[in-house]
Nanobody, 115 residues
Framework: QVQLVESGGGLVQPGGSLRLSCAAS????????MGWYRQAPGKQRESVAA???????NYADSVKGRFTISRDNAKNTVYLQMNSLKPEDTAVYYC?????????WGQGTQVIVSS
């Protein structure tokens, strides 16, 4: 059984930073894509950032230049460094791993950007 566990969410003031982590455990192999998604209240879930096994990255326009995604393949972990946070970044953030063994989602971690 594969489990993704996120951490690092919380309350931060506008302009602040947070670093999210998502680690996979269980029988998961050959992870191609690792990504972060978010869902704000009353809105659809949207893609924030993704990184392939080769290190190619993709970002939503709204976070380009502020967020950085990275991965540690040895630890089956993906990170999201979020800088210059804005109130509109407030959402539940989910990680997603797409692997040979399946498509997996984390349970979500809350990020609140407020003064």
């Amino acid at each position: 059984q594969v489990q993704l566990v996120e951490s690092g969410g919380g309350l931060v003031q506008p302009g602040g930073s947070l670093r999210l982590s998502c680690a996979a455990s269980g029988n998961i192999f050959s992870i191609d894509m690792m990504g972060w998604y978010r869902q704000a209240p009353g809105k659809q879930r949207e893609s924030v950032a993704a990184i392939t096994s080769g290190g190619s990255t993709n970002y939503a326009d709204s976070v380009k230049g502020r967020f950085t995604i990275s991965r540690d393949n040895a630890k089956n972990t993906v990170y999201l460094q979020m800088n210059s946070l804005k109130p509109e970044d407030t959402a539940v953030y989910y990680c997603r791993f797409f692997a040979v063994t399946g498509d997996y989602w984390g349970q979500g971690t809350q990020v609140i950007v407020s003064s």
